[in-house]
């Protein structure tokens, strides 16, 4: 059964401390994505990565850091530089070989930090 | 940079009804895709419709369907004969072909839809 595995889907932290959101996919796919979801924001990009061991900030980076060891995994540390990091975080991937094929995404992980 | 505007921030519809939900993008690209994502209350995000840029015919999906004007750059949803399984957050995505940031996703802040029966 091929898919995007995030795990936990729940999580929670005090703050000060980092975190590492586990994102595994196992549909062979080049690219990866991590997405952050607020109240009435939409979804927002945090990082990307196209190939393994390269990837580039999105829209919002600051505070987090990834890495891509490994094709099937894609990790997002939360860091305790990110100033509001409570929020419901999204993995996705793509085959990102010039298709149309839209983003498939995991089940996300709810992350509170108090 | 893109941004993509979904100006009904939440929606109701009746059973069995039609409706229609509105996006807008801006964007100085003339290659790019356009799509439609359903999210509901299992926060699972689930693609519903997807329209080619350079295609006129508007994309149907069996209840789903699109409303693509290029020039006016909006890009609506039509969902006819709701079911109570509709409702949902749907949020509208633009996603551009050129340059360096290819197949990442630009998300409108999404329409909360609600079914009633």
């Known amino acids: 059964d091929g898919g995007i595995t995030q795990s936990p889907k729940y999580l929670f932290r005090k703050e000060g401390q980092n975190v590492t959101l586990s994102c595994e996919q196992n549909l062979n796919h080049d690219a990866m994505y991590w997405y952050r979801q607020d109240p009435g924001q939409g979804l927002r990009l945090i990082y990307y990565?196209?190939?393994?061991?390269?990837?580039q900030k999105g829209d919002i980076a600051e505070g987090y850091s990834v890495s891509r060891e490994k094709k099937e995994s894609f990790p997002l540390t939360v860091t305790s530089a990110q100033k509001n990091p409570t929020a419901f975080y999204l993995c996705a991937s793509s085959p990102g070989t010039g298709n149309n094929s839209p983003l498939h995404f995991g089940n996300g992980t709810r992350l509170t930090v108090t | 940079a893109q941004t993509v505007t979904q100006s009904q921030p939440e929606m109701s519809v009746q059973e069995a009804e039609t409706v229609t939900l509105s996006c807008t993008y801006d964007t100085s690209e003339n290659n790019y895709y356009l799509f439609w994502y359903k999210q509901p209350p299992s926060r699972q995000m689930i693609l519903v419709i997807r329209?080619?840029?350079?295609?006129?015919q508007n994309a149907t999906e069996n209840r789903f369907s699109v409303n693509f004007q290029k020039a006016a750059k909006s890009f609506s949803l039509k969902i006819s004969d709701s079911q109570l399984g509709d409702t949902a957050m749907y949020f509208c995505a633009f996603m551009k072909l050129s340059g360096g940031s290819n197949y990442k996703l630009t998300f409108g802040k999404g329409t909360l839809l609600t079914v009633n029966p």
């Open positions: 329209q080619e840029a350079y295609k006129q």
């Open positions: 990565s196209q190939i393994v061991n390269d990837f």
